[in-house]
Each structure stands twice: as C-alpha cells, then as structure tokens.
T-cell receptor, first 111, second 114 residues
Framework: DQQVKQNSPSLSVQEGRISILNCDYT??????FLWYKKYPAEGPTFLIS?????DKNEDGRFTVFLNKSAKHLSLHIVPSQPGDSAVYFC??????????FGTGTSLTVIP | DAGITQSPRHKVTETGTPVTLRCHQT?????MYWYRQDPGHGLRLIHY???????DKGEVSDGYSVSRSKTEDFLLTLESATSSQTSVYFC?????????????FGQGTRLTVV
C-alpha cells in the first residue's frame, strides 16, 4: 500500500508563474520529508527537505510546506522556469532512515 | 554527483539467468539502498543496508537478494531474472551517523529481461 501519494501525474505551468506540487502521506510516524527532481536518464537529485517540527522551509525559489494534521505537504516553485521541467518526487522517512517515495508529478513549464 | 557509481549502466539478460548489479560509493555513508523505478509506481525500495553485513528488506524484495561486505559496495542480485524485473534500478546512499539526512542517488541501471 502506497504510504506516500502524489495524486497529480502531471502539471503544466506558464513560465514566471507559481508551480504547486502536492503530496499526501498516511504514516504518522514519518518525521522527515523531502522533494527530489528527476530529469530523464538521470538519477533523482535532492531539492529541499523539511523536518516534522517545522511547517515551512524555503530555499531560493523553492518552498516546502508541511501540514501535519492533514498529512499533506506541498512544494511551491516561484517563479517557474523552463529548466524546472522535470519529474518531482516527494519522499518521507521515519525512524530507520528508510525513504518512501511517491509516484511522481511531471512538471512542464511552458515558455 | 555524490560519489556513487552504478555498474553496469545498461544490461539485457534472458529470463532465468542470474544478474548482479553493483553500487560503489566513495562517501563512507552508512546507509545504502536499492530502488526500482517503474511507470505508475515511482521509486520503490527493494533492500537497504545500515552497515557492513547489515541489510533489511524493503517494499518489493521478492526475487532479489543483496550483500554488503564492504562499506563502499552494495550488490543487488536477481537470482533468476523474470520479465517483471525489467526496470530502472537506482542505488542511493545517506547518512553518516545522524538521522534525517537526504539520500543521494546514482545514475541508474536500465535492466531489460527478455
């Protein structure tokens, strides 16, 4: 059973606008959450993370929001750029450093 | 790149043959992982290791075994490859001695079982 879910397989956004990618999880033991970006024929690369003791973490154009009561996190990219076009995976981990990934959202930023 | 090398990068093999994929790291990270990526399933954990000779199963471990005899090497073996094991396999590493650190991924191995 998928413990981390990304319900939107794809998203298209105009360049310069905001991209919002969503992720839901079911396991209340998860205490660390991450976003990865993946280009075709490459391995996923780490983008940004958030600990469960926070509700927001920002790094440049990327902000991750965590709503623990709703078991929901989101990644905001502002402003979106064509180079941001990739597949984005959210991931979560609990006590043992095991990472559980969602199914991914393919983001297309239209110039 | 975080000092992770996967080999081979591509492999075609026949059903029923054994296959071993290798992951080598130069970062001295404690944790090593094998994932497979399939359309509609994202990245799923096969096995992971938390130290030399210390391994555990992930979500989709059936048909796979692993070994870690040195800190830097983590091997994934398909004892008898099946077509359902056609996938892209990623190795990842994380952690030194603290929790809640990100995982770094290798470039992937594309395995085709015919």
């Amino acid at each position: 059973d998928q413990q981390v879910k990304q319900n939107s397989p794809s998203l298209s956004v105009q360049e310069g606008r905001i991209s919002i990618l969503n992720c839901d999880y079911t396991n209340s033991m998860f205490d660390y959450f991450l976003w990865y970006k993946k280009y075709p024929a490459e391995g996923p690369t780490f983008l940004i993370s958030i600990s469960s003791i926070k509700d927001k973490n920002e790094d440049g154009r990327f902000t991750v929001f965590l709503n623990k009561s709703a078991k929901h996190l989101s990644l905001h990219i502002v402003p979106s750029q064509p180079g941001d076009s990739a597949v984005y995976f959210c991931a979560a981990s609990a006590l043992g450093n095991q990472f559980y990934f969602g199914t991914g959202t393919s983001l297309t930023v239209i110039p | 790149d975080a000092g992770i090398t996967q080999s081979p990068r591509h492999k075609v093999t026949e059903t029923g043959t054994p296959v071993t994929l290798r992951c080598h790291q130069t970062e001295n990270h404690r944790y090593m992982y094998w994932y497979r990526q399939d359309p509609g399933h994202g990245l799923r954990l096969i096995h992971y290791s938390y130290g030399v000779k210390d391994t555990d199963k992930g979500e989709v471990s059936d048909g796979y075994s692993v070994s870690r005899s040195k800190t830097e090497d983590f091997l994934l073996t398909l004892e008898s490859a099946t077509s359902s094991q056609t996938s892209v396999y990623f190795c990842a590493i994380s952690g030194t001695n603290r929790r809640n650190t990100e995982a770094f991924f290798g470039q992937g191995t594309r395995l085709t079982v015919v």
